[in-house]
């Protein structure tokens, strides 16, 4: 009686640990196992970005890679202006002008139910992932982000609203990272471009090259932050870095056939960074693909996405 007893006690505690171990190994999670951090910084040209002292940038840079050949405008016609409507719309959702149909600042005419912001993406796979997003031009919390659990928008208005809004995003972004335990950060900062409209789009500037400067010391605050988290040696951040397009004159519009409108730059940071072909053709539909590659996140063909997961392997 007890070998019976005893062999059905050891058959129990094996089924146990058999279904513990496949429940651990289960492939439909409901988390990302992986961590992006997102940063928009708008309206920065790419030389400029290499004139100003940029600390946390040349850190970042330094643990992955910078792309200075970026296009805002895809190898098909699309239409749209060289503003940031369309910008940060091809930026979120990863297809160009012709698909998300945001041609200018209007947002009339938009597509974006049949092509969403990349956190629906996120959402639609992990549907307990945590995502928040950090905007202080209030069209892209109005007609792009979608699915965000900490959604923060300060409208602004003129070079020294976005400035202390700059700050107060970046403090209020800093503080989601550390106490609370997201799995996507979108962080988006409006001060260079406001600057650059106010006094200039150009790295001879000094106010324009001071804002990228400024914009830096936030970026560094966000990454500290990122560092902070107990578990942060476990998460696999990636960090994302790019702009909507840049200038010239006090202005960026109409400027299809302007290498310092369309060309600017990509930073892809951190230990999942594989890639160091710098001739790589790279293009602003590119960042939401690779954050969502790096989220572990299964592309389907039938989205008709853009771009391409960048520096980093694809599923």
């Known amino acids: 009686m007890n070998t019976v007893f005893n062999r059905l006690t050891a058959f129990a505690i094996v089924a146990v640990s058999f279904l513990h171990t496949a429940a651990a190994q289960d492939p439909i999670a409901q988390t990302p196992r992986n961590r992006v951090l997102i940063i928009g910084i708008d309206g920065t040209r790419r030389d400029a970005l290499q004139r100003a002292q940029t600390p946390n940038l040349?850190?970042?840079?330094?643990?992955?890679?910078?792309?200075e050949n970026t296009q805002i405008l895809g190898p098909r016609e699309t239409q749209n202006d060289t503003v940031s409507g369309p910008g940060w719309t091809s930026f979120l959702t990863g297809v160009w002008a012709d698909k998300h149909g945001i041609q200018d600042n209007g947002f009339k005419g938009n597509n974006i139910k049949n092509y969403p912001h990349l956190f629906a993406r996120v959402r639609a796979q992990y549907t307990d992932a945590q995502l928040g997003s950090f905007v202080d031009w209030k069209p892209i919390d109005k007609y792009i982000v979608s699915e965000a659990d900490k959604r923060v928008c300060h409208e602004s208005h003129g070079a020294e609203a976005y400035t202390a809004n700059d700050?107060?995003?970046?403090?209020?972004?800093?503080?989601?990272?550390?106490?609370?335990?997201?799995?996507?950060?979108?962080?988006?900062?409006?001060?260079?471009?406001?600057?650059?409209?106010?006094?200039?789009?150009?790295?001879s500037v000094p106010h324009y090259i001071r804002a990228i400067e400024t914009v830096d010391?936030?970026?560094?605050?966000?990454?500290?932050?990122?560092?902070?988290r107990r578990r942060y040696e476990e998460e696999n951040w990636l960090v994302l870095l790019s702009t909507d397009h840049g200038g010239q004159g006090t202005g960026h519009g109409g400027g299809r056939n302007i290498p310092e409108i369309r060309q600017t730059w990509l930073i892809v940071s951190g230990d999942a960074v594989i890639n160091k072909d710098k001739q790589q053709p790279t293009y602003l539909v590119d960042l939401s693909v690779t954050a969502l590659t790096h989220l572990g996140v299964k592309i389907d063909p039938q989205w008709g996405l853009d771009g391409k997961p960048v520096g980093i392997k694809s599923n």
Request: net charge negative; proline share 3%.
């Open 217 to 228: 010391g936030h970026v560094g605050s966000l990454i500290k932050a990122m560092k902070s």
């Open 58 to 67: 040349d850190a970042l840079i330094q643990r992955g890679q910078l792309w």
């Open 167 to 203: 700050q107060r995003l970046t403090d209020e972004a800093t503080e989601y990272i550390r106490s609370s335990d997201p799995h996507a950060v979108m962080v988006y900062l409006g001060a260079v471009d406001e600057t650059g409209h106010a006094h200039g789009f150009h790295p």
